[in-house]
C-alpha cells in the first residue's frame, strides 16, 4: 500500500516553455502533499505544501508564480514550471501524507527536468 | 547549524556486515523519527518511522531512538550489495508541520 506515482519520470524541453508535471496516490486519500527539489548528492529541499482545495504554502525563497501548484483532490497535485529556464534544470519530487496519518509521507519515483 | 545533522558518507562495509547509520537533533519537539532510503535518481522510500524512544524491528532493519540525547540509529544487519543507497533520516514535531530531513549518508556495500 501508500504508493505514489508521478508523471513524467523525465522531461526535457526548451527554454521558456512551461512544463507540468503530476503527482498521484494510487491507493490512499492524501490531504497533503508535499513538492521537493533535489540537487545532486544533496538532500530534499521542499517547495510547497498542498493541501487539497486550498492555495499551496511556499517556503521562503520559492516563487509562487513561477512555480504553480494544484491540487484538485484527494488523489492528484500537480506543478506548473511555468517559463522554465537552465537553472531549473532538477530532479521534483512529490510526497502525499495520508488523512490519517499526519506522521509521515509518501514519496513518489521524482520527475527530471532538464532544460535547455 | 542545521537541525537535523548526518554524516554524509560514503560509508562503505563489506558484504554481510552490521551497517550502522545515525542522526543528532537539537529541536526537542520533534515527536515522530523516520528513516528513508533513496537509490540514485529514485524518490526516498520509507524503511522505518518510530515514535516513543526505544528500539523498532522490522526485518534486518532495526531504528533507536534516544531522545535524552537528541539521537536517532538505523542498523542494517547482514547488509546486501542491494543496500547500497542514500540513507535519509527524517523527524517531525507533529500534526500539521512539516519533515526536516537529515543531509543523508551514502552506504556503499561491497561484494
Known amino acids: 500500500g501508500a504508493v505514489v506515482s508521478q508523471h513524467p519520470s523525465w522531461v526535457i524541453c526548451k527554454s521558456g516553455t512551461s512544463v507540468k508535471i503530476e503527482c498521484r496516490s494510487l491507493?490512499?486519500?492524501?490531504?497533503?502533499m508535499f513538492w521537493y527539489r533535489q540537487f545532486p548528492k544533496q538532500s530534499l529541499m521542499l517547495m510547497a505544501t498542498s493541501n487539497e482545495g486550498s492555495k499551496a504554502t511556499y517556503e521562503q525563497g520559492v516563487e509562487k508564480d513561477k512555480f504553480l501548484i494544484n491540487h484538485a483532490s484527494l488523489t492528484l497535485s500537480t506543478l506548473t514550471v511555468t517559463s522554465a529556464h537552465p537553472e531549473d534544470s532538477s530532479f521534483y519530487i512529490c510526497?502525499?501524507?495520508?488523512?490519517?496519518?499526519?506522521?509521515?509521507?509518501?514519496f513518489g519515483p521524482g520527475t527530471r527536468l532538464l532544460v535547455l | 547549524q542545521k537541525e537535523v545533522e548526518q554524516d554524509p558518507g560514503p560509508l562503505s562495509v563489506p558484504e554481510g556486515a552490521i551497517v550502522s547509520l545515525n542522526c543528532t537533533y537539537s529541536?526537542?519537539?520533534?515527536?515522530?523519527f523516520m528513516w528513508y532510503r533513496q537509490y540514485s535518481r529514485k524518490g526516498p522510500e520509507l524503511l522505518m518511522y518510530t515514535y516513543s524512544s526505544g528500539n523498532k524491528e522490522d526485518g534486518r532493519f532495526t531504528a533507536q531512538v534516544d531522545k535524552s540525547s537528541k539521537y536517532i540509529s538505523l542498523f542494517i544487519r547482514d547488509s546486501q550489495p542491494s543496500d547500497s543507497a542514500t540513507y535519509l533520516c527524517?523527524?517531525?514535531?507533529?500534526?500539521?508541520?512539516?519533515?526536516?530531513f537529515g543531509g543523508g549518508t551514502r552506504v556503499l556495500v561491497k561484494p
Open positions: 510526497s502525499a501524507r495520508e488523512v490519517q496519518g499526519w506522521e509521515t509521507q509518501y
Open positions: 527524517a523527524m517531525i514535531e507533529g500534526a500539521g508541520n512539516k519533515l526536516t
Open positions: 491507493d490512499f486519500q492524501a490531504t497533503t
Open positions: 529541536n526537542s519537539a520533534f515527536q515522530y
